[in-house]
């Protein structure tokens, strides 16, 4: 006969197959992969048939030229042994061009950034182009970047602002991933590019964890040839990176647990560039009424002194500094034989204190993106030959940064020198939210497969972009700066007419 078991998590499973009367047969160690199919063939042998002359003597083992020679009067069928056994034949769900990155590869292998997507650029027909901007920039069989769909336990993980993946997973909490390039299936479309289909890792019966610390300092590491000639020191470089990942059991054979936290704390500075600030003697060419000593009385520019000129050098390093947190919660429930639930929640936090830099503390502007995503699984076996899988996923995306004191315009100086005010054009925000339902009803028969479902996907964005919006005014230097004498001024004007009332 012929025997379905659908919808399995990815892992290494065993199989016996035994019946009264016929010898058993055992596999230990089958892998089976994200999004894979193993078909596996048992001929189960009589046990009449290794019967010599009323003597128990050998077993021959069926599909191989293994004879197993015992001794001793009984036959234990309880017990069995695998002899060159078959780990019977790999294929995807669907008949596409597919290759799976699994989980040695991941702990095992270096991953720029510790992103698992990474991997992505190992594969053939597979190229990546940073200077596109756009998510990693992979791009397979010539597609587009943007042509991509990311899964993450079979729903949605896309930021569509970049076209990348959505929640960042530490590779901790990956098992595996498989990304299919040509050819898939209709519950793996919506895009001409490629499908990267990742699963979190869950729990089983046994707890198994990991803990790592990573440290990158510039103390241990040596200065370039070419800053040793030109006489410039190594830049400070502090990086700390640390985490966990742990699963097991919380009820025996019935509820697991994983979670996965990953923290970094990156700090470092850009090249050092000179600047020109208002020099401490720039107080005696204004008037204490004049909105320039008002305005550098409220903030003040770094201390130079350079004599009785309006102006002084000052050397600085701009730093760069970089802020994320990951964490991901599984939990796997199995009340019964027919039901298996599946919950997971993800958080990811990224902050750039200093994305948008300025020498005047107070009107930097940081960047934070914070994405949350949820999934619900709940499998069913209807009957022997008929299970039904129901997802439910949600997600959001909120990257933004502010222009700091917005009632101050943006001040140039057009002899260089660095004015109090925000060096951001614009404030930004983009808010994207995703609601996915999905609904697989997987009829097995004989030989075959059959999936038929459905799905429906919501999306939303909002946002602002202030482009120009407090204004901009341009002095030809710093003396018209001192007499409150700009040459130039711009603003964003509404050209959209008021809505009319009633």
């Known amino acids: 006969g012929f025997y379905n078991l659908p919808l399995l998590s990815p892992g290494f499973y065993s199989v016996r197959v035994e019946a009264t009367g016929y010898q058993a047969q055992e596999l230990q160690d089958l892998e089976l992969a994200v999004a894979a199919r193993l078909d596996i063939d048992f001929r189960l042998r009589p046990i009449s048939d290794v019967w010599e002359s009323g003597q128990y003597r050998s077993v021959f083992l069926p599909g191989t030229q293994t004879i197993v020679t015992f001794y001793g009067p009984d036959v234990d069928t309880s017990r069995s042994g695998t002899f060159e056994g078959q780990q019977g034949r790999r294929g995807t769900l669907e008949s596409a061009v597919s290759a799976v990155i699994d989980s040695n590869q991941i702990e095992q292998l270096p991953l720029a950034g510790r992103d698992v997507y990474t991997m992505l650029v190992a594969l053939s027909g597979v190229t990546a182009d940073a200077g596109t901007s756009r998510g990693l920039g992979d791009s397979v069989n010539g597609q587009r970047p943007s042509a991509s769909n990311y899964l993450l336990d079979g729903l949605e993980n896309n930021n569509y602002l970049i076209t990348g993946p959505g929640a960042a997973e530490a590779p901790e909490a990956v098992q595996e991933y498989r990304i299919s390039t040509n050819n898939y299936s209709a519950e793996y479309g919506r895009t001409s590019g490629f499908v990267a289909n990742a699963v979190s890792r869950g729990g089983s019966n046994r707890f198994h964890g990991i803990g790592y610390w990573y ?18 020191r190594r830049l400070a470089d502090k990086e700390s990176e640390f985490g966990f990942q742990v699963g097991g059991p919380i009820l025996r054979n019935r509820l697991f647990f994983s979670a996965a936290l990953d923290h970094l704390r990156s700090r470092s500075t850009e090249d ?16 204490p009424t004049s909105v320039a000593s008002k305005l550098l009385a409220q903030f003040p520019a770094p201390v130079v002194n350079n004599g009785l000129l309006l102006t002084g050098t000052l050397t600085l390093a701009p730093p760069v500094a970089v802020n994320r947190t990951l964490a991901t919660t599984r939990l796997d429930y199995a009340p019964d034989a027919k039901d298996r ?3 997971r929640l993800s958080f990811a936090r990224l902050g750039e204190p200093d994305f948008i830099w300025s020498p005047y503390p107070a009107f930097i502007s940081p960047l934070e993106e914070d994405t949350t995503s949820f999934a619900i699984t709940w499998q069913r076996s209807l009957t022997q030959s008929l299970t039904n899988e129901a997802k439910l996923g949600f997600s959001t995306d909120n990257l933004y940064w502010n222009r700091p004191h917005p009632e101050i315009p943006t001040l140039i100086s057009g002899n260089g020198t660095s004015l109090p005010g925000s060096p951001a054009f614009y404030s930004y925000k983009n808010l994207s939210n995703t609601w996915e339902l999905l609904d697989n009803l997987i009829r097995a028969h004989g030989r ?3 999936t038929v479902g459905g799905g ?17 005014y341009l002095f030809s230097n710093i003396a018209f700066f001192a007499l409150d004498r700009p040459a130039f001024f711009s603003a964003a004007v509404e050209r959209q007419p008021p809505a009319s009332g009633p």
């Open 215 to 232: 440290l990158k300092n510039d103390a241990l590491n040596a200065n370039g040839f070419q800053e040793n000639l030109t006489g410039v």
């Open 272 to 287: 050092p560039v000179a600047f020109s600030f208002p020099s401490t003697s720039f107080s005696l060419y204004t008037a």
């Open 341 to 343: 639930f599946t919950g």
């Open 448 to 450: 075959h497969v059959s």
């Open 456 to 472: 429906v996907l919501f999306r939303s964005t909002s946002g602002y972009l202030t482009a120009g919006q407090d204004g901009q």
